[in-house]
């Protein structure tokens, strides 16, 4: 079954505005995180932002904000003020702690426009 | 934030050979390791998770004896892959976090394995 779901394959977005990458999640355990990477052309994976399933506020990390909303099982990634450099795969994943699993979405490509 | 490395970058090989693939965690002592694969345009597939001084857990459907996973310290983590085959080319990732109560996981560079 699938654990995490990344409906939007890509993206494109204009430089300077905001955009929300899809991501929605499967699980009856209670104790989970949820984390949204970036992955580049090189390859590496960046960290970008991470909420706890107990955490009462959405997480927020500079450009990056994640709009969680529990009840939908949802954990979207908001970018706003896109900038060229954003250009790149990003990946939602779970970690289910009392099993400790991780599980990545499929990805969304997000292009940035001059 | 924590640096983990990754050697080799890129290796070719021969069907047939084995592989071995280095994870080090520079800055921090990691007492979990886990190894990902991922397939070209494709998801991180987790394929075992190595904790120190004892034996990796694999995902369903990954072969042990193929895939050996050795955590001989706090600090690296290697997979062997043995007897390579073509069908074991693809991008492997390995990740490391610092403790049971860190939630982040650092990740290595990855590894680019192609075998002829």
């Known amino acids: 079954a699938q654990k995490i779901t990344q409906t939007q394959p890509g993206m494109f977005v204009q430089e300077k505005e905001a955009v929300t990458l899809d991501c929605t999640y499967d699980?009856?355990?209670?104790?989970?995180?949820l984390f949204w990477y970036k992955q580049p052309s090189s390859g590496e994976m960046i960290f970008l932002i991470y909420?706890?399933?107990?955490?009462?506020q959405n997480a927020t990390e500079g450009r990056y904000s994640l709009n969680f909303q529990k009840a939908r099982k949802s954990a979207n990634l908001v970018i706003s003020a896109s900038q060229l450099g954003d250009s790149a795969m990003y990946f939602c994943?779970?970690?289910?702690?009392?099993?400790?699993?991780?599980?990545f979405g499929s990805g969304t490509k997000l292009n940035v426009k001059p | 934030g924590a640096v983990v490395s990754q050697h080799p970058s890129r290796v070719i090989c021969k069907s047939g050979t084995s592989v071995k693939i280095e994870c080090r965690s520079l800055d921090f002592q990691a007492t979990t390791m886990f190894w990902y694969r991922q397939f070209p345009k494709q998801s991180l597939m987790l394929m075992a998770t190595s904790n120190e001084g004892s034996k990796a857990t694999y995902e369903q459907g990954v072969e042990k004896d193929k895939f050996l996973i050795n955590h001989a310290s706090l600090t690296l983590s290697t997979l062997t892959v043995t007897s390579a085959h073509p069908e074991d080319s693809s991008f492997y990732i390995c990740?490391?976090?610092?403790?049971?109560?860190?939630?982040?996981?650092?990740f290595g560079p990855g590894t680019r394995l192609t075998v002829t």
């Open positions: 699980t009856s355990d209670p104790s989970y995180g």
């Open positions: 990740s490391a976090e610092q403790g049971a109560d860190s939630y982040e996981q650092y």
């Open positions: 909420q706890g399933s107990y955490d009462q």
């Open positions: 994943a779970m970690r289910l702690y009392n099993f400790n699993k991780f599980y």
